[in-house]
């Protein structure tokens, strides 16, 4: 059975820039450190992380309550990959926190940061296609400190009411899906309303999808590796799954050791999201090499 391993699944540059970052300061041995939120949305580098001491502070209010009991003094707080509003920067560099900052957003995403910020200065209302409750969306709408529009899908953009004399900026989640994200200006565009459309969806998601589409088409079965809470893998799994009805979609080897592959494969394609290491790609690869 042939087994074809797509070219780039696996950490993305900006999962693996803030991976290493937190693993500098775990090296460091400078004390206590926090991520603000998981660094990445995988559960095994999470899960590691956390048995090197490193701990995630969850939320806003959770921030908040620690800054006030003077918990964070003289710690470490690293930003996660996705970003976060400005609200969450300010709480962190104020006095009163007292905590090192380590900002570990991806660039990608802080261009879309200087993006959305320029546009609404300049009198733009913002439109974000992706996840409303992303962390990456919500990070986006931070920086703006006002109402801005979030369009999820393409029925969302269908029943939109936007303001005909109003210019807006429409950008995008990183990770969306890049067919919809199409949909969704075509769309608007058809809807004559005045949208300046910046595609900020970054070159890795586009070649990750594009990949897998294509070798889910040349497979007789697919594995997608992924966190189960990660949009990039989320999207690879919708993408693969409409091409082949074979698709399985598992966060370690684990998840699939028990699953039994129908004796008419003949190919195997593998791809992953951005934030699986390459250690599970490869225990997976070599699992289906030897076992099938």
């Not at 990445?40 to 995630?56: F, Q, R």
């Not at 595609?199 to 594995?223: F, G, H, M, P």
């Not at 394609?269 to 289906?288: C, N, R």
Request: charged content about 25%; glycine content about 6%.
């Amino acid at each position: 059975m042939k087994v074809r391993l797509a070219e780039s699944a696996g950490f993305c540059y900006g999962v693996e820039r803030a991976v290493n970052a937190v693993y500098d300061e775990v090296e460091k041995k400078s004390g206590k450190i926090y991520t603000y939120g998981p660094i990445v949305h995988n559960d095994i580098v999470v899960n590691e992380l956390a048995s090197k001491g490193v701990e995630v502070i969850e939320n806003l209010d959770e921030l908040q309550t620690m800054s006030d009991k003077g918990e964070l003094h003289d710690t470490t707080v690293i930003i996660r990959a996705h970003g976060v509003g400005k609200n969450v920067t300010d709480l962190l560099n104020s006095e009163k926190c007292g905590a090192r900052v380590v900002d570990a957003t991806c660039p990608f995403v802080k261009k879309i940061h200087d993006t959305v910020k320029k546009h609404h200065r300049n009198g733009e209302k913002i439109i974000v296609t992706g996840t409303a409750t992303h962390p990456e969306v919500v990070g986006i709408l931070g920086q703006i400190g006002a109402d801005a529009t979030v369009i999820e899908n393409v029925p969302d953009a269908e029943n939109v009411k936007l303001d005909e004399n109003t210019e807006y900026c429409l950008v995008s989640q990183t990770t969306f899906n890049v067919q919809k994200f199409k949909d969704i200006v075509a769309i608007l565009k058809k809807k004559s309303y005045h949208v300046n459309v910046v595609d900020t969806i970054c070159n890795a998601t586009q070649l990750r999808q594009k990949e897998a589409r294509e070798l889910s088409r040349e497979c007789d079965a697919v594995i997608v590796i992924g966190g189960r809470h990660s949009s990039n893998a989320s999207k690879l799994y919708d993408i693969c799954s409409k091409e082949c009805s074979m698709t399985y979609f598992i966060e370690s080897l684990q998840d699939f050791t028990e699953k039994k592959l129908d004796s008419s494969v003949r190919c195997v394609g593998i791809t992953a999201g951005a934030s699986t290491p390459k250690t599970i790609i490869q225990e997976v690869l070599s699992y289906v090499r030897d076992e099938f």
